[in-house]
T-cell receptor
Framework: AQKITQTQPGMFVQEKEAVTLDCTYDTSDPSYGLFWYKQPSSGEMIFLIYQGSYDQQNATEGRYSLNFQKARKSANLVISASQLGDSAMYFCAMREGPSGSARQLTFGSGTQLTVLP | EPEVTQTPSHQVTQMGQEVILRCVPISNHLYFYWYRQILGQKVEFLVSFYNNEISEKSEIFDDQFSVERPDGSNFTLKIRSTKLEDSAMYFC???????????FGPGTRLTVL
C-alpha cells in the first residue's frame, strides 16, 4: 500500500483564490510527521510546512496552512490568495517514528499546481 | 539564511564511470540524507547518515553506492559504476538534532550516457 497518496496529478487555480491540495497517508506508527515541499520548475525542493502527529492545532506558515484530520489520515495543504509564483509541483511527505529520529521521508507522487492570471 | 549546497549542479558521465556528488549540509546539522528523483517521478530515499555512519538505507542503495563525510563540512555520494538508470536528480538534505525538518539542497542532475 502507498504510504503517501496524492490523488490530484494537476490542479488549476485562479490568481488570488485559495486552493487545497490533497494528501492522505498510511501508517500504523503513532508518532509521525507530515511535510509539504514545493518544487518549482528550477528543480529545488523548498520546505513549506510541518505537522507532527501529536500537534493539537493545524500548522500555519504565512499563506500556507495544513488541514490535519488525523482520523481520516489526511494532511491537505491549503494555499490562500494564490500567486503566479505558486505554480510548481507540490509534494506531501511523511516521516514515521518519533520526532528527532533519523528516519527518512517518504514522498507522494506530487500535484502540479498552475496558477492562472 | 544558511542553506544546503550541492556541486556540481549538472554532471554528465559515461556508463560505467564513477561519479562523486558533493554536498555541504547546514553547519550545525547532524543528520544527512541523500534522495533521488528520476525525471517525472517521486522523490526516493537512498540513505541517511548520522554520527559518521549509515543509519538507514533503501533497496536502491546497493553496493554501487557509498557515502562519506570526509571532513567536518562535506557529505559525498559516490556511485562506483554508473548505469543508464542512475540518471536522476540527486538531492542532499540535512537536519539538526532538535527540529524535524529536512532541508534540501538544490540538487545535482546526473545524466548517464
Amino acid at each position: 500500500a502507498q504510504k503517501i497518496t496524492q490523488t490530484q496529478p494537476g490542479m488549476f487555480v485562479q490568481e488570488k483564490e485559495a486552493v487545497t491540495l490533497d494528501c492522505t497517508y498510511d501508517t500504523s506508527d503513532p508518532s509521525y510527521g507530515l511535510f509539504w515541499y514545493k518544487q518549482p520548475s528550477s528543480g529545488e525542493m523548498i520546505f513549506l510546512i510541518y505537522q507532527g502527529s501529536y500537534d493539537q492545532q493545524n500548522a500555519t506558515e504565512g499563506r500556507y496552512s495544513l488541514n490535519f484530520q488525523k482520523a481520516r489520515k489526511s494532511a491537505n495543504l491549503v494555499i490562500s490568495a494564490s500567486q503566479l509564483g505558486d505554480s510548481a509541483m507540490y509534494f506531501c511527505a511523511m516521516r514515521e517514528g518519533p520526532s528527532g529520529s533519523a528516519r527518512q521521508l517518504t514522498f507522494g507522487s506530487g500535484t502540479q499546481l498552475t496558477v492562472l492570471p | 539564511e544558511p542553506e544546503v549546497t550541492q556541486t556540481p549542479s549538472h554532471q554528465v558521465t559515461q556508463m560505467g564511470q564513477e561519479v562523486i556528488l558533493r554536498c555541504v549540509p547546514i553547519s550545525n546539522h547532524l543528520y544527512f540524507y541523500w534522495y533521488r528523483q528520476i525525471l517525472g517521478q517521486k522523490v526516493e530515499f537512498l540513505v541517511s547518515f548520522y554520527n559518521n555512519e549509515i543509519s538507514e538505507k533503501s533497496e536502491i542503495f546497493d553496493d554501487q553506492f557509498s557515502v562519506e563525510r570526509p571532513d567536518g563540512s562535506n557529505f559525498t555520494l559516490k556511485i562506483r559504476s554508473t548505469k543508464l538508470e542512475d540518471s536522476a536528480m540527486y538531492f542532499c538534505a540535512s537536519r539538526d538534532n532538535v527540529g524535524d525538518t529536512q532541508y534540501f539542497g538544490p540538487g545535482t542532475r546526473l545524466t548517464v550516457l
